[in-house]
C-alpha cells in the first residue's frame, strides 16, 4: 500500500479544539446503515449477548517544565517509557540545546539527561518517585493539533481509566459516562477491559513510502484471562466483539496472534495494515484520525475502502475529527453489521 492511500484533505476547522459536554453529547456515525446519532444511543445501536471491550489505561502527567540548572533556560520534558530503576525515556525540547549530562531542575528534583538527543528522545535519571514528581508538577500532555488548553486534566481521561501508563488518551473512550454503561448493561451488553498504554508515535506520520516498511512503535499491553473467558462467551452466544478504539483492537489481535485469543501481556508491535486478517474483533467504535498515520491504516484495514466514503460523508455532515472529536461505529468488512 502507497502512503498515499490513506490521505485524505482534513480543514482546520474539522479538528476539534475541545470536548464537547456532556461527553455523551458527541455524535457518533454507524457505518452499517450511513445514519447519524448521538453517542448516548450506543446501547440501542448493539445486540443483547455482545461485548464491549474497553481500554482502562490513564494518562500520566508527564508534560514537565523545568529550567537549566546551570542557566535557567526553560526546558520542556515528556516522560514516555520507564526503563526501570531511575531511567526514563523522555521527549524533550528545544532538543538542540540539550547535550548529554545536562541537569535540569524540575520543583526540587535535578533530572539529568544521560544520553545524547536522538531525534527529540533522551534518557533522562530521576532520583525519587517520578510518579510523584509528575503528580505534583506535570501536565497531561494534549496532542500538536489542539492549541488550547482543557480547563481539568480529568477531560482527557476516561471515565473507567484505572491504570497510570499512558502518554496519549484512548480518545474513543472519551465519549463514554457512566449512564452509557449502565445503558449497555441494560441492554444485555457485557463490557470487559484490556490495558495499553498509549504512545506518543501514535501521532507519528508514516513517512515511507510503502505503508508496510514504517517503523512501526512499540507499546506495553495486557489482555487479562477474564477477557479472554468475556470473548469466548459471547462467541459461543452468538455475540458481536466491540473493541473500543485502535489501542484495544491493537491488543486483542496481539494476543490472538498465535492463532487463538489467550491472556497474555507485554510489547507489542503489531502493526495493522490492509490485508491483516481479523481473529477477534467484530465492530469498531473510533474517532476519525490523521491523514497518513498508522492508525487509518489499521482503519482502512478493518473497513476496507468504504471508509473514505465514511470519512467523506463525516467531513460533509460537519463532524468534529481527531482526538476530541466525534465517532463512528463501523463493522468489520467481512462480515454484515
Do not use: C
Request: net charge negative; aromatic share 6%.
Amino acid at each position: 500500500m502507497h502512503k498515499n492511500e490513506l490521505h485524505y484533505d482534513l480543514p482546520d476547522a474539522a479538528i476539534a479544539q475541545e470536548p464537547i459536554e456532556p461527553r455523551d453529547a458527541a455524535r457518533l456515525l454507524d457505518t452499517r446503515t450511513s445514519t447519524d446519532h448521538r453517542f448516548k444511543e450506543l446501547p440501542d445501536l448493539l445486540a443483547p449477548g455482545d461485548l464491549v471491550v474497553v481500554n482502562t489505561t490513564r494518562v500520566r502527567q508527564a508534560r514537565l517544565l523545568g529550567a537549566k540548572a546551570a542557566s535557567g533556560g526553560e526546558v520542556e520534558l515528556l516522560l514516555l517509557d520507564h526503563r526501570g530503576g531511575d531511567r526514563w525515556d523522555a521527549l524533550v525540547r528545544p532538543a538542540r540545546r540539550v547535550r548529554e549530562g545536562l541537569e535540569i531542575e524540575v520543583g526540587d528534583t535535578t533530572v539529568t539527561v544521560i544520553s545524547p538527543p536522538d531525534e527529540g528522545k533522551v534518557i533522562v535519571e530521576i532520583p525519587g518517585d517520578a510518579e510523584v514528581l509528575m503528580e505534583a508538577y506535570g501536565e497531561v500532555p494534549l496532542p500538536p493539533y489542539i492549541r488550547s488548553g482543557i480547563e481539568s486534566p480529568e477531560r482527557y481521561q476516561t471515565v473507567y481509566g484505572q491504570i497510570l501508563g499512558s502518554a496519549a488518551a484512548p480518545t474513543a473512550g472519551l465519549h463514554f459516562t457512566q449512564a452509557v454503561l449502565d445503558g449497555l448493561a441494560q441492554r444485555g451488553v457485557e463490557v470487559a477491559h484490556v490495558d495499553l498504554h498509549v504512545g506518543l508515535d501514535t501521532f507519528r506520520p508514516i513517512t515511507t513510502d510503502r505503508v508496510e516498511d514504517h517503523d512501526m512503535h512499540s507499546e506495553f499491553y495486557e489482555v487479562p484471562a477474564a477477557t479472554v473467558d468475556a470473548v469466548h462467551r459471547t462467541w459461543n452466544g452468538g455475540g458481536r466483539v466491540v473493541a473500543v478504539g485502535t489501542t484495544v483492537v491493537r491488543s486483542l489481535e496481539s494476543a490472538a496472534g498465535a492463532g487463538r485469543l489467550a491472556p497474555s501481556s507485554g510489547y507489542t508491535r503489531l502493526f495493522i495494515t490492509p490485508g491483516f486478517r481479523f481473529r477477534v474483533v467484530d465492530l469498531l467504535i473510533t474517532n476519525f484520525h490523521v491523514p497518513g498515520s498508522s492508525l487509518l491504516a489499521m482503519v482502512s484495514a478493518f473497513m476496507g475502502p468504504e471508509w473514505r466514503d465514511t470519512y467523506a460523508q463525516a467531513l460533509r455532515s460537519g463532524y468534529r475529527f481527531l482526538s476530541f472529536g466525534d465517532a463512528m461505529l463501523a463493522a468489520r468488512s467481512d462480515r454484515a453489521g
